[in-house]
Nanobody, 122 residues
Framework: QVQLVESGGGLVQAGGSLRLSCAVS????????MGWFRQAPGKERESVAD????????YYADYVKDRFTISRDNAKNTVYLQMNSLKPEDTAVYYC???????????????WGQGTQVTVSS
């Protein structure tokens, strides 16, 4: 059974930073494409960033480019999302996702974490 556990969410003022972590247990971590998604109240879930199974190709949504950084540590079975220059519109539940079937992880990923709340105050 594959499990994804996110941590690192919280309340931060606009302009601040947070670092999210997603620990993955189960199969070999390096076999998964990994990604972060978010869902704000009343909105659909959207992609934030994703990283290929063994890197180094990384993809960012335009609304987080140059502010967020995704990385993975295959030795620790963990993927990270460093979020800088946070804005109130970044407020959402952030989800980690994993997929071993495809090169990239998408909205129909195999596995999802439970989500972690990020709230950015103005």
């Amino acid at each position: 059974q594959v499990q994804l556990v996110e941590s690192g969410g919280g309340l931060v003022q606009a302009g601040g930073s947070l670092r999210l972590s997603c620990a993955v247990s189960g199969r070999t971590f390096s076999s998964y494409a990994m990604g972060w998604f978010r869902q704000a109240p009343g909105k659909e879930r959207e992609s934030v960033a994703d990283i290929l199974r063994n890197g180094p190709r990384i993809y960012y949504a335009d609304y987080v480019k140059d502010r967020f950084t995704i990385s993975r540590d295959n030795a620790k079975n963990t993927v990270y999302l460093q979020m800088n220059s946070l804005k109130p519109e970044d407020t959402a539940v952030y989800y980690c996702a994993a997929d071993s079937r495809y090169i990239r992880v998408g909205s129909h990923a195999e596995y999802w974490g439970q989500g972690t709340q990020v709230t950015v105050s103005s």
